[in-house]
């Protein structure tokens, strides 16, 4: 297995919906019933990640098996905390968004990652309260949770975020 991070293109839709619908799936069969729905990320999300040029692909020897978005702050609805503080409030920051693979690939979560603090010491990240998964992946990583946002919809989100020191 050789993962690769790369941009995303336009030609790529149709494997991203596909990684979307894939990890939907991994989200419904492990309890979480409400993150993604309604059609959520659609392909106008996508396109827009791309056009901002913070969409990516994660291959697997040529095949697409993931996608996230890796977008500059300022994040509108991480201006505001609640339960809780960011580690810090002043450094700029790099938002990670809509994570997504197919479940029989692994080591997909710890190569955006990775791809991320190789461009950026310092990483926000919210999930839904059910997204276990999600939550495991960030503790694991080193994220430290850091309180609850809020989305545009009113929808509650579990804030994380983690600052790398690590001088390479």
Request: proline share 3%; with cysteine.
């Amino acid at each position: 297995m050789s993962l690769v991070v790369r941009q995303a293109h336009s030609n790529d839709m149709s494997g991203i919906l596909h990684v979307m619908e894939a990890a939907r799936k991994i989200m419904r069969d492990a309890g979480n019933m409400h993150q993604w729905a309604d059609g959520y990320p659609s392909e106008e999300v996508i396109a827009s990640d791309m056009e901002s040029g913070g969409g990516f692909v994660v291959e697997d020897n040529g095949q697409l098996v993931g996608y996230f978005a890796y977008l500059p702050s300022p994040e509108p609805t991480y201006n505001r905390i609640y339960a809780g503080n960011w580690l810090d409030d002043t450094l700029s920051y790099h938002v990670v968004h809509r994570i997504a693979s197919y479940p029989n690939v692994h080591g997909v979560f710890s190569t955006i990652m990775d791809f991320c603090f190789a461009n950026g010491t310092n990483l926000r990240i919210d999930t839904h309260r059910d997204n276990q998964i999600m939550q495991h992946n960030l503790l694991k990583y080193g994220f430290t949770y850091c309180g609850l946002i809020y989305l545009l919809s009113g929808d509650e989100r579990l804030a994380y975020q983690k600052i790398n020191t690590e001088i390479s």
